[in-house]
Nanobody, 123 residues
Framework: QVQLVESGGGLVQAGGSLRLSCAVS????????MGWFRQAPGKEREFVAA????????YYADPVKGRFAISRNNARNTVYLQMNSLKPDDTAVYYC????????????????WGQGTQVTVSS
């Protein structure tokens, strides 16, 4: 059973930075593409960023391009989301996801999900 555990969320002022982590256990981490999603109150869960199994290919949603960076450390079974220049609109619960391909992990139907970590950006 693959398990994903997010950490690193918190309260930050607009313009600040946070780094989220997602630790994966129970599977062969290096075989999975990994993704980050977010869900704000009253809104649907939306895709944020994805990275392939080698780390050599990344993909971002337009609202976060140039501000967020996804990376992974296969030796530590962990994927990261560095978030810079945060805005109040970035406030949401952030989830990591895992699936076999980049296309699959960019969908809300991805195979495996974490429980989420809250990010709150104050103005």
């Amino acid at each position: 059973q693959v398990q994903l555990v997010e950490s690193g969320g918190g309260l930050v002022q607009a313009g600040g930075s946070l780094r989220l982590s997602c630790a994966v256990s129970g599977g062969t981490f290096s075989r999975y593409a990994m993704g980050w999603f977010r869900q704000a109150p009253g809104k649907e869960r939306e895709f944020v960023a994805a990275i392939n199994w080698t780390g050599g290919s990344t993909y971002y949603a337009d609202p976060v391009k140039g501000r967020f960076a996804i990376s992974r450390n296969n030796a530590r079974n962990t994927v990261y989301l560095q978030m810079n220049s945060l805005k109040p609109d970035d406030t949401a619960v952030y989830y990591c996801a895992a699936d076999r391909t980049m296309q699959a992990v960019r969908s809300t139907t991805a195979l495996y999900w974490g429980q989420g970590t809250q990010v709150t950006v104050s103005s």
